[in-house]
């Protein structure tokens, strides 16, 4: 599940709301098979003019934070051999199942856009909410910890079991991951297979520069001009391609690195709060005055500001 600010809203419709000739910056897209993206829940115009519609119905206390949660986002797919077990119009109910169960608990009022995306490695659905709950807008109060633990229970059990499907988890920054990793590998390949070129062409050159160090001087012009010719390349191509390369995947391992920390920052907080939660149980039991003091400690006695001096 991943959450979305006002400002973050749009480029994420762009890539949901893909055509043929959106430009992907993720490499798992094939834009040849775009056309074949279909909706289950098609959306107005814009997602925000959706989000706005929906906010108008409600009566907000106040104005909305800049970081408030506009929107919230799940991915549901299956593995590879799940989808090629399933003719089209079964992949499509078991879509319209996922489409459904989300619509039954959260109100289909909320459901921005449900769109299957048919141009990656697998189908998958992306399932986008405003998060609205007792008449205001809250994801923390719809997607605390507790509760999409008990949603991919509710999941499992009312769509899962049905289609053969593991209880799974609801994950984010591991699609980044994977895409960030299969880029770095991308450009690596890309510079190998440049270079096997640039030697298969550049041979009689190299065979030129070779004889030059071991002191094997051409005595013809024509030859000469070869040896010269590959030494000055040689310097220029190597600081060229090696700038070249460095540039490209430093760009890529940024990318990794931070969602790499997202992901271990997320671990990070998990582990801490089950230490504390940990830590106060003890407490509790061993000493039960400090622990009531740590939850509902005794309040201060108030100034008494009448006095003037």
């Known amino acids: 599940m991943e959450k979305y600010t006002r400002q973050e809203v749009s480029p994420v419709e762009k890539e949901n709301e893909r055509d043929e000739n959106y430009e992907a910056a993720n490499p798992q897209i094939d834009s040849s098979r775009t056309s074949r993206n279909y909706h289950l829940a098609v959306p107005l115009p814009t997602y925000m003019e959706f ?18 949660i506009y929107m919230n986002s799940f991915v549901l797919t299956s593995d590879r ?20 169960f989300f619509a039954d608990k959260y109100g289909a009022e909320n459901i921005i856009s449900a769109v299957v995306h ?3 490695t697998t189908p998958h659905l992306h399932l ?8 205001k807008l809250c994801s923390k109060d719809l997607f605390d910890r507790q509760k999409l633990s008990q949603l991919q229970t509710e999941f499992y059990e009312k769509v899962g079991k049905k289609w053969g499907l593991e209880r799974g988890k609801f994950k984010s920054g591991a699609k980044h991951l994977k895409a960030a990793e299969y880029k770095a590998q991308k450009i690596v390949a890309e510079a190998e297979e440049r270079t096997a070129q640039a030697e298969a062409a550049s041979k009689p050159y190299r065979d030129a520069l070779e004889q030059a160090q071991k002191g094997n001087y051409a005595w013809t012009p024509g030859g000469l001009k070869k040896q010269a010719i590959a030494a000055t390349a040689e310097t220029i191509k190597t600081k060229k391609e090696n700038e070249d390369l460095t540039r490209r995947l430093d760009i890529s391992m940024q990318e990794a690195l ?20 940990e830590l106060l149980a003890k407490l509790r039991i061993e000493n039960p005055a400090a622990y009531a003091q740590l939850i509902r400690p005794t309040p201060k006695p108030k100034s008494n500001n009448n006095f003037k001096f």
């Open 258 to 277: 931070h969602y790499a920390r997202k992901a271990e920052s997320a671990e990070e907080s998990a582990a801490q709060g089950k230490r504390a939660m």
């Open 128 to 135: 986008n909410i405003v998060p609205i709950v007792n008449g």
């Open 118 to 120: 048919k141009d990656e």
């Open 51 to 68: 989000i706005n519609a929906r906010l108008s119905t409600l009566t907000l206390k106040r104005k909305l934070r800049s970081d408030a």
């Open 81 to 100: 051999e799940f989808f090629d077990s399933l003719p089209p119009a079964v992949e499509r109910e078991f879509f319209r199942d996922c489409a459904k």
